[in-house]
């Protein structure tokens, strides 16, 4: 197990005992929090990479942050099978903020091919899409720039994995079938579009102010609000 990991399981080791801790009264726990205390011990427990693999299901579906943290951390594994299979519980756990996205960023580039093409397969999920968008075309750029006749076979996996999830994040479709062609489409499409993108994403994460009901007294948001008219 890498350092990263063994913080993580150390932080979230020390969340589930500490109300236990110094006499104090047991705080309820909530059904996502047994699920995570049982995964900790069948991860750490589980002697072959199959087996640690198949632990991380326990964390797919979850939904407190606690939980999407220990399953986001399972990219940072050591063993590739572990890697794929968070990458396959991230897709079919529910993201709404696009917590998941800058974890998956950081997996398109992994040094093994299969788990690039299983974080494009996640990420063609993201809700938050000018992110993912962004991070599969320049990743698509970076991948096409390094291609020699010896690893196109290897890396055409990857490619038509990034073209796939830049589709169905987009609705878009390249003419181009070539990997530069791809490459040169995304771009400009990413070019045209990035403002009006970011610009959705912006009007889905502004809230309505709450609408205050007649004759409720001031409270103290009221008081900083009138605070800042008076310095006005």
């Known amino acids: 197990m890498n350092a990263g990991l063994r913080i993580v399981f150390g932080l979230v080791a020390l969340l589930l005992v500490a109300p236990l801790q110094a006499g104090e ?31 991380v299901d326990m964390l797919r579906g979850l939904k407190e942050k606690e939980s999407l943290r220990l399953l986001a951390g399972m990219l940072g594994d050591r063993l590739d099978l572990v890697r794929l299979r ?13 917590y998941f996205v800058k974890p998956l960023m950081g997996a398109l580039a992994d040094p093994v091919p299969e788990v690039r093409v299983a974080a494009a397969e996640a990420l063609a999920s993201a809700s938050v899409k000018a992110d993912a968008i962004k991070a599969l075309t320049f990743g698509l750029m970076s991948v096409v720039g390094q291609l020699s006749s010896e690893d196109i076979k290897r890396e055409i996996a990857v490619v038509s994995a990034y073209d796939k999830a830049l589709e ?10 070539g990997p530069r062609g791809l490459s040169t489409h995304w771009m400009d499409y990413w070019k045209k579009h990035e403002t009006d993108l970011r610009a959705t994403e912006s009007k889905l994460k502004d809230k309505d102010e709450p609408v205050r009901p007649e004759g409720l007294p001031k409270d103290s948001f009221d008081k900083k609000d009138d605070g800042k008219k008076a310095k006005n």
């Open 86 to 98: 968070a990458c396959a519980a991230i897709t079919n756990t529910p993201d709404p903020e696009g």
């Open 168 to 177: 169905k994040l987009t609705g878009d479709h390249s003419p181009e079938r």
């Open 25 to 55: 009264p047991a705080a309820e726990v909530s059904p996502e929090q047994v699920v995570r205390q049982r995964f900790l011990v069948a991860y750490q427990t589980a002697e072959q990479p199959e087996r640690k693999a198949e632990t």
